[in-house]
């Protein structure tokens, strides 16, 4: 009896003993699993700069070179994206003294020389009447007039509401923006009556 006894206690202590080593190795590939999910995400970061895609949301920035007709550069414009809207930082030189310019963001996405016709109408995502920057009816690139002072410069920053640099219809990252002629009257349809188109830059992102 005493052997048998012992028999089966040894036959308990096999299973047991094999029950915690099994245990004990899907713990150690349970740990190795979980050291994995690294993979996905480092490959997703790298996708991100393959795509060259600007950083999203509050911060973003962007610039755009304005060049005339003859492919001179009149200034460059600087904007970045807050809470409340784009931040627009507009340097220009080189326009008429004392002069009134109207002053948008277009629907296309080039500036050909000499006309800039290229850079089409005015961006008008919502089929909204043209209007002040400070309208409620307007689109979301109408940015009114640059007033140029004594020697011809521009020096603004002010913020224009609906127009973003992030992704969404109101996105004005890529297209063109347009320095006119002559001055924009805020009213007429359906650009302002603002002439000749004096200089274009597109918008670049910034961002890294
Ligand atoms: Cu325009
Ligand atoms: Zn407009």
Do not use: Y
């Amino acid at each position: 009896m005493k052997s048998i006894h012992s028999f089966w206690n040894a036959v308990r202590l096999t299973f047991f003993f094999s029950l915690f080593v099994s245990v004990g190795l899907s713990r150690c590939a349970h740990q190795e699993g979980e050291a994995k999910p690294e993979h996905p995400k480092t490959s997703f970061q790298t996708h991100n700069e393959q795509n060259d895609m600007p950083t999203q949301g509050v911060g973003t920035r962007a610039s755009a070179e304005l060049l005339d007709a003859k492919g001179a550069s009149r200034g460059k414009v600087e904007f970045t994206q807050t809470a409340d809207g784009v931040r627009v930082q507009a340097r220009l030189s080189g326009l008429t003294k004392n002069s009134v310019h109207g002053f948008h963001v277009h629907e296309g996405f080039e500036c050909e020389a000499p006309s800039f016709a290229s850079a089409k109408g005015h961006f008008n995502p919502e089929q909204k009447p043209h209007g002040d920057r400070h309208g409620a009816d307007r689109h979301p690139g109408d940015m009114g007039n640059l007033r140029t002072n004594s020697r011809g410069g521009v020096n603004v920053d002010f913020v224009v509401k609906e127009a973003t640099l992030n992704q969404g219809i109101n996105s004005i990252m890529g297209r063109a923006l347009i320095v006119h002629a002559k001055a924009d009257d805020l009213k007429s349809q359906p650009s302002g009556d603002a002439g000749d188109r004096l200089a274009c830059g597109i918008i670049k992102s910034d961002g890294a």
